[in-house]
């Protein structure tokens, strides 16, 4: 069946540092890659998404990068900071099936 | 303010009690879903519906029940039959797949 795969399961890196989650998806339709975020007992959050059109996207820190050959996506945080601690999830999902199939999630913690 | 909301935020419920969790949606959106969130595990797929009075099953749905009588409204039940109903429950909505999913703040539900 259509999974998600995410790597590492948990990530510590010092502040300023980067930090770098990857994720392997099985259906090749998929063409819409989101990014949550979800701080602890908080609802996850999209920070940044990617579809399948686009090799790599940026937003200040964080960037995304996916591979449709491979059929993987990154997510890379540049100078990594205390409020990045959380844990991180990312999706896949195919335009007209409603469907998000979601990784394992990453729990970054930022070390001061 | 819109979004999406849960409620109640904290729910105890004794074996063998059926209960039911609240979803509220003022988004427009087509598409709800609930998801179960277990400690250090991903988000898991309980039910979905694209469209009022239909809904499909999701990757665990033995156990519960959900209804849509309303576009705006998508309300779980955690039947007795459920053998491991602790945990915290996300409800999201989408436009539909290929967009953003906005989730709800969860409910945290626990068996006593």
């Known amino acids: 069946g259509e999974n998600v795969e995410q790597h590492p399961s948990t990530l510590s890196v010092q502040e300023g540092d980067s930090a770098v989650i990857k994720c392997t998806y099985s259906?090749?339709?998929?063409?819409?890659f989101p990014w949550y975020k979800q701080e602890l007992g908080k609802r996850p959050q999209l920070i940044i998404d990617?579809?399948?059109?686009?090799g790599e996207k940026k937003d200040q820190r964080i960037a995304v990068t996916l591979n449709k050959t491979a059929k993987h996506f990154s997510l890379h945080i540049t100078e990594t900071q205390p409020e990045d601690s959380a844990v991180y999830f990312c999706?896949?999902?195919?335009?007209?099936?409603?469907?998000?199939?979601f990784g394992t999630g990453t729990r970054l913690k930022v070390l001061a | 303010d819109g979004g999406i909301t849960q409620s109640p935020k904290y729910l105890f419920r004794k074996e063998g009690q059926n209960v039911t969790l609240s979803c509220e949606q003022n988004?427009?959106?087509?598409?709800m879903y609930w998801y179960r969130q277990d400690p250090g595990q991903g988000l898991r797929l309980i039910y979905y519906?694209?469209?009022?009075?239909?809904?499909q099953k999701g990757d665990i749905a033995e156990g519960y029940s959900v209804s849509r009588e309303k576009k705006e409204s998508f309300p779980l039940t955690v039947t007795s039959a459920q053998k491991n109903p602790t945990a915290f429950y996300l409800c999201?909505?989408?436009?539909?797949?290929?967009?953003?999913?906005?989730f709800g703040q969860g409910t945290r539900l626990t068996v006593v």
């Open positions: 999201a909505s989408s436009s539909f797949a290929g967009t953003e999913a906005f």
């Open positions: 259906d090749s339709a998929s063409n819409y």
């Open positions: 990617i579809r399948s059109n686009v």
């Open positions: 999706a896949a999902s195919t335009s007209g099936t409603y469907k998000y199939i």
């Open positions: 988004l427009n959106h087509d598409a």
């Open positions: 519906s694209q469209i009022v009075n239909d809904f």
